[in-house]
């Protein structure tokens, strides 16, 4: 199974300001990626995901991650976050035998005005 | 649809009583997931369900976890004796896939759990 570094657990950002949340996977053939976003007092929801083809991903809310085969990194970046932006975000991966997602231990995003 | 639906929202007991959580996935979705959140362990993978059967329940924490799923829009998460350190909040997912272009997993709004 995979296992998933997210390597900070908290960044602060301005508003306006652009974002980059970094995550780390375990090599292995055949990885899907994945990030999700959680609002306080929510579920989990997807923001993109990459099975295969193009390795830059673009989601929902003008977010995108690019995948990287040889650093196994799913960066996910914004150019310009608002405030309402304000959530954990978590990266999760699939592969290596299991289509199981595994999940990082998730990155909260503070965005100040 | 609803999206998927968990209850209660919240549940305080205390040590020693038995807990049930109740999830109902989206409709059609044939895989059903219950998670675990905690601070120190972030998302922990309990259980999954293919088609009401348990696929894989190496994430159960012992003997005092279980989980079923009777039909294709129930499934419980049972804690008998419940412990303090069971605190924590649960999620239930439904996906109507794995390693497939449309694998997506839904999440419901989660039960947060305290045991006294």
């Known amino acids: 199974a995979q296992s998933v570094t997210q390597l900070d657990s908290q960044v602060p950002v301005f508003e306006e300001a652009p974002v980059e949340l970094r995550c780390n996977y375990s090599s292995s053939v055949s990885v899907y990626l994945f990030w999700y976003v959680q609002y306080p007092n929510q579920g989990l929801q997807l923001l993109l995901k990459y099975l295969s083809g193009s390795t830059l991903v673009k989601g929902i809310n003008g977010f995108e991650a690019e995948f990287n085969k040889s650093q196994t990194s799913f960066h996910l970046r914004k150019p310009s976050v608002h405030i309402s932006d304000t959530a954990e975000y978590f990266c999760?991966?699939?592969?290596?035998?299991?289509?199981?997602?595994?999940f990082g231990r998730g990155t909260s995003l503070i965005v100040h005005p | 649809d609803a999206g998927v639906i968990q209850s209660p929202r919240h549940e305080v007991t205390e040590m020693g009583q038995e807990v049930t959580l109740r999830c109902k996935p989206i409709s059609g979705h044939d895989y059903l997931f219950w998670y675990r959140q905690t601070m120190m362990r972030g998302l922990e993978l309990l259980i999954y369900?293919?088609?009401?059967?348990?696929?894989?329940d190496s994430g159960m924490p012992e003997d005092r976890f279980s989980a079923k799923m009777p039909n294709a829009s129930f499934s419980t998460l049972k804690i008998q004796p419940s412990e303090p350190r069971d605190s924590a909040v649960y999620f239930c997912a439904s996906s109507p896939a794995l390693g497939q272009v449309n694998e997506k997993l839904f999440f419901g709004s989660g039960t947060q759990l305290s045991v006294l």
């Open positions: 369900f293919n088609n009401n059967v348990p696929i894989d």
């Open positions: 999760a991966a699939a592969g290596g035998g299991s289509y199981i997602p595994t």
